[in-house]
């Protein structure tokens, strides 16, 4: 009885595996009750990596090639095994194979806005989102810490975990890219490189190989990005306020000449109020006092100083008076200067 169950044991002379899809991490050769035969070949194609398992013991390991599967060429577990050197009997033992391949196009980001220490802002509550590539760099360190003896393990197994290592190091990122909030817009390859760089560790004592890292996108929430808003045109304002204000008095002059010559007013009362409303036309009224002041007696008139567009000007200035942009006090001091001009 126990000749025939010999002659009817199968041997393995082939171990190989061709990935039947994409997604596999980890694939354990399928044994049975077959034994391998001592001198069978052991194919590892490329992108992958062999183990030979001896009761959950990792003992040899096969990178890319064929092998002769003798005692010399798995000394491990030939000593696991208490083999001699004249060992040629077919053997039992677990083999498991790794696909080293990249896994690209992984994606990241938050569910919900995550809190972040920023230089400028103090806390900020952000969201972001990418992808990543990743491959297994040491097959022992994976399979004892991740696919252990499942038959297979895949990407989609992975996922989740990898995806929070990922949100786990957005703060350590920030903080070490040294960016501000307001900069990572703009700097979104140093910011996914500092992630990369503080994710790494983490990847390594998986096994695994952080090969790269991207940054799509990176947003406030909608509440917080309005005051973001206004603060960053308050900051551009508030730099020089007076600069800004002569900019917007100057951009209004040639619409209310263009006004004065079709004979219509509406167009520079428009451009006063969208640029600056009532500061604006106090500091059209500086702005006009300063010019005139300027006027030499030896010198040529200049254009303001002319009868017809002095009173152009101060059917202009009756407009944003009536308008409510120059208060009444005001008109009629520039009002009085322009007519001591025509004087």
């Not at 354990?28 to 490329?46: H, K, Y």
């Not at 551009?236 to 002569?246: A, L, T, V």
């Not at 009173?311 to 009444?328: P, R, Y």
Request: net charge negative; glycine share 10%.
């Amino acid at each position: 009885m126990a000749l025939m169950d010999f002659i009817k044991k199968q041997f393995i002379d082939i171990i190989q595996w061709t990935e039947d899809s994409d997604g596999t991490l980890s694939y354990r050769f399928p044994m049975a009750d077959m034994e391998i035969q001592n001198g069978g070949q052991l194919v590892v194609r490329e992108s992958q990596v062999a183990v030979f398992v001896n009761e959950g013991q990792v003992a040899d390991v096969f990178g890319p090639g064929t092998h002769r599967l003798t005692t010399q060429t798995l000394p491990v577990l030939t000593y696991l095994k208490n083999w001699d050197k004249l060992f040629e009997s077919p053997f039992k033992s677990d083999v498991y194979f790794f696909s080293t391949r990249q896994q690209i196009d992984q994606r990241w980001g938050t569910s919900q806005p995550i809190s972040i220490r920023d230089k400028d802002f103090g806390a900020v509550r952000l969201r972001a989102f990418g992808n990543y590539a990743y491959r297994i760099q040491d097959a022992k360190t994976f399979h004892s810490q991740i696919s252990g003896t499942r038959e297979r393990y895949t990407v989609q197994d992975l996922e989740g975990q990898l995806r929070g290592l990922m949100l786990q190091h957005i703060s350590d990122a920030v903080a070490g890219s040294g960016t501000p909030f307001l900069d990572l817009a703009a700097n979104q390859i140093e910011f996914a490189a500092a992630l990369k760089n503080a994710t790494a560790p983490s990847f390594a004592a998986l096994g695994l190989e952080l090969l790269s890292v991207t940054m799509q996108n990176v947003s406030l929430p909608e509440e917080l990005q309005k005051i973001l808003d206004q603060r960053i045109g308050m900051g551009i304002i508030g730099q020089n306020m007076g600069q800004f204000m002569q900019y917007q008095a100057a951009q209004a002059l040639p619409e209310m000449a263009k006004g004065a010559a079709g004979g219509g007013s509406g167009i520079a009362g428009e451009a006063i109020g969208l640029g600056a409303g009532v500061a604006l036309g106090q500091t059209l009224a500086q702005t006009l006092g300063q010019g005139l002041a300027g006027v030499g007696t030896a010198a040529p008139a200049p254009a303001a100083s002319r009868p017809d567009d002095i009173v152009a000007l101060l059917e202009k200035l009756g407009d944003l008076k009536a308008k409510g942009i120059l208060t009444d006090e005001e008109f009629a001091a520039k009002k009085a200067d322009l007519l001591k001009k025509l004087g």
